[in-house]
């Protein structure tokens, strides 16, 4: 396998987040996974992909307990376990009392979590700021975890740096305006926050702002946005895309793959040094 970034497509063209990133040294990782609606198609696009009838999942990461993006690791886990060999699952979830009053849909999802968790709870580990870790050739540098003073799901998301092969990614979910901040404040001056690639926060609106992008610097951006949600309705909605799209033309970026053209991938071999 090369190093590559899939990101793949909606079947329903909805809102999900959906990423399979393959490793030069064979690793396999997953990130989110969509809506349950999501799970014959991730299924068997891994299987294409490692050629394995049973593929072998190194790591999911699951961004924040929102249901188009976890759903179809649930459903996988709960109804589908044994098509896939999975290694371990990193997340960080506030409680389900953390989401009442202010999140209806958190606290549905958190309710499928704890129903899921026996399933997979001795391959699950609680990720922090700060952690550093390597799978296979793949280093992780997280960059945030969920802060108690920001209310709301998407402010959950953990943010983490992916370094492969001479490239790096960055991956956001859902994160919002109030993390995003944070993040500048506590990372721009280490150069961590300048990334190659950056997956796009809440698929492209009213995530992240201008001066998040403007510290990532990244050359290409991955939009896990569907066709209505790029064009913000035709340009009669009440969505933000429009803007953020204006963002990255001027800051710069190279190349855009946007979920509603189908699965996009980038790959890339690590730069062989010459005398």
């Known amino acids: ?25 064979g690793r396999v990782i997953l990130i989110d996974g969509g809506h ?9 696009y891994l299987r294409e992909v490692t050629g394995e009838a049973v593929p072998r999942v190194d790591a999911w990461f699951l961004s924040h307990p929102h249901d188009d993006h976890v759903d179809a690791f649930f459903d996988v886990m709960e109804h589908r376990a044994g098509e896939i060999a999975l290694d371990t699952v990193y997340l960080n979830f506030p409680s389900k009392l953390f989401f009442k009053g202010n999140d209806e849909s958190a606290e549905q999802t958190m309710e499928d979590f704890y129903r899921a968790l026996p ?13 550093e870790f390597e799978i296979g050739a793949a280093k992780i540098k997280v960059l945030y975890s969920q802060d108690f003073e920001f209310k709301g799901c998407n402010n959950s998301s953990l943010v983490f740096r992916m370094d492969l092969g001479g490239k790096s ?3 956001t979910g859902d994160c919002g305006v109030e993390a995003g901040c944070k993040i500048v404040r506590l990372w721009k001056d280490t150069g961590l926050l300048d990334c190659d690639i950056v997956q796009m926060a809440h698929h492209g609106q009213n995530g992240c702002d201008r001066a998040f992008y403007e510290a ?4 290409i951006c991955l939009w896990p946005t569907p066709s209505w949600l790029w064009t913000n309705i035709d340009g009669t909605g009440p969505f933000r895309t429009l803007e953020t799209r204006m963002w990255m033309e001027e800051i710069g970026v190279k190349e855009n793959y946007v979920m509603k053209d189908g699965t996009q991938v980038i790959s890339w071999q690590r730069p062989v040094a010459r005398d």
Not at 4 to 23: G, P, Q, R, W, Y
Not at 36 to 44: P, R
Not at 122 to 128: G, K, P, S
Not at 216 to 219: D, L, S, T
Request: proline share 2%; hydrophobic share 45%.
């Open 169 to 171: 990614a960055l991956f």
């Open 216 to 219: 990532v610097k990244p050359e």
């Open 36 to 44: 349950a609606a999501q799970t014959d198609y991730l299924l068997d």
């Open 1 to 25: 396998m090369n190093n590559a970034v899939h990101m793949l497509k909606s079947v329903e063209d909805t809102i999900c987040n959906s990423f399979i990133i393959t490793t030069e040294d």
């Open 119 to 131: 399933r997979f709870a001795d391959r699950m580990r609680i990720l922090c700021g700060g952690d």
